[in-house]
């Protein structure tokens, strides 16, 4: 999505009160239809929790490192976009702002996981050769033409590795019947 096309141009520009995530976006809501600043029915309010209100959530402000924190909910602004992605706005994110909606899952078959998947574990050694976390006992998973592929099922390149590459709303309408996480 173009700049010009962003409801509000920076983080700076909204009202922000910290663990009120629900009060934040409802005034960043209420800027938009005061200020006039993009249609309101491209926007929706997410808000995010489950069952045992235990949410993970990375990238915080109030995290500390790369370890999540828990909310019992969580709100955030989503502008869908009609001609490119759609944008988050989370005034908590210590991520840009507001970022791209981009998750996408790679479904493989076991059979062919199974057959193609290796790791020499390199991902997980820090420069100096030591381990960022101890390794399984049992030797690394590797097949007879590879050591290493990991790359080709994390990358979410359609072109790339094995399986099929899904956007959520996809994996959703094939998995689910219904392009809503809640189903």
Not at 4 to 21: G, M, Q
Not at 67 to 92: A, E
Not at 161 to 178: A, D, I, N, P
């Amino acid at each position: 999505m173009k700049s010009e096309d962003r409801v509000t141009k920076s983080r700076e520009n909204c009202e922000y009160t910290s663990c009120y995530c629900e009060e934040n976006v409802w005034k960043l809501c209420d800027s938009v239809r005061t200020d006039r600043t993009g249609p309101l029915d491209q926007l929706s309010v997410i808000f995010i929790s489950n069952e045992k209100r235990t949410v993970p959530l990375w990238k915080q402000r109030s995290g500390h490192g790369d370890q999540p924190v828990i909310w019992d909910y969580h709100v955030i602004l989503m502008q869908v976009g009609l001609q490119s992605d759609s944008l988050v706005y989370d005034l908590d994110s210590e991520l840009s702002f507001p970022v791209s909606l981009q998750r996408k899952l790679r479904v493989v078959p076991a059979d062919s996981f199974l057959l193609h998947f290796a790791s020499d574990r390199s991902h997980m050694m820090n420069p100096d050769g030591s381990w960022k976390m101890p390794p399984p006992l049992y030797p690394p998973i590797h097949t007879a033409a590879c050591q290493m592929n990991l790359d080709d099922f994390i990358s979410m390149n359609p072109a790339v590795g094995w399986g099929r590459v899904f956007s959520l709303e996809h994996f959703l309408q094939r998995y689910t019947g219904s392009s809503s996480p809640s189903s």
